[in-house]
């Protein structure tokens, strides 16, 4: 298995507070994303990134910054968490050496914003 | 718009039986095609990739196959097991080799002993 972490595993917290999740890969993989999954809508694209300091948007970035300051870690920040943001988030990697495209998910956590 | 579906939410299987979920989608000219499977409670693990110029791919009990002018892909589970039951998840290349990944929602898959 690729070592990817998330922290926290379960988070609760209140509506307009900020909340950090962090990413945290061994593999020297290129690429980060963040994933929410949410029932009836499967997993959508947060944000990605594709080096050290380049991220991009992905479909429902609104309500989320990223940064990543270094290959091993990636972190999403709701800035002023809603409760529409109560969710599962998924962080996963790819882009090792032999370039196979898959990607490798760490073990998700669940956040609920009261 | 963009769409990917796959075929039902939930499939029951009889143990030993054939299990194929279909993944179909519009709009897109994937470059490749992946399925994963997700257990509850944890992240999805990836299982196959076939690129748009394959036809077919198997590993062990699992066979895909792509279809582009249909655009669709098929996902076979054969002498399926208990074991198997999951939600199997399609995914497309979307971004024209820039390493992004749209997902479909998912089949619930239950092998029946």
């Known amino acids: 298995d690729a070592g990817i972490t998330q922290s926290p595993r379960h988070k609760v917290t209140e509506t307009g507070t900020p909340v950090t999740l962090r990413c945290h890969q061994t593999e020297n993989h290129r690429y980060m994303y963040w994933y929410r999954q949410d029932p009836g809508h499967g997993l959508r694209l947060i944000h990605y990134?594709?080096?050290?300091?380049?991220?991009d948007k992905g479909e429902v970035s609104d309500g989320y910054s990223v940064s990543r300051s270094k290959t091993e870690d990636f972190l999403l920040t709701l800035e002023s968490a809603t409760s529409s943001q109560t969710s599962v988030y998924f962080c996963?990697?790819?882009?090792?050496?032999?370039?196979?495209?898959?990607?490798?998910f760490g073990p998700g956590t669940r956040l609920t914003v009261l | 718009s963009q769409k990917i579906e796959q075929n039902s939410e939930a499939l029951n299987i009889q143990e030993g039986k054939t299990a194929t979920l279909t993944c179909n989608y519009t709009?897109?000219?994937?470059?490749?095609l992946q399925w994963y499977r997700q257990d509850p409670g944890r992240g999805p693990v990836f299982l196959l990739l076939i690129r748009e110029n394959e036809k077919e791919k198997r590993k062990e009990r699992l066979k895909v196959t792509f279809d582009t002018t249909l655009k669709q892909s098929l996902f076979h589970i054969t002498a399926s097991q208990p074991a198997d039951s999951a939600t199997y998840l399609c995914a497309l290349d979307t971004s024209f080799g820039n390493e992004k990944l749209t997902f479909g929602t998912g089949t619930r898959l239950t092998i029946i002993p």
């Open positions: 990134s594709y080096g050290v300091k380049d991220t």
């Open positions: 996963a990697t790819s882009g090792g050496a032999d370039l196979r495209n898959e990607q490798f």
């Open positions: 709009n897109y000219s994937p470059a490749y």
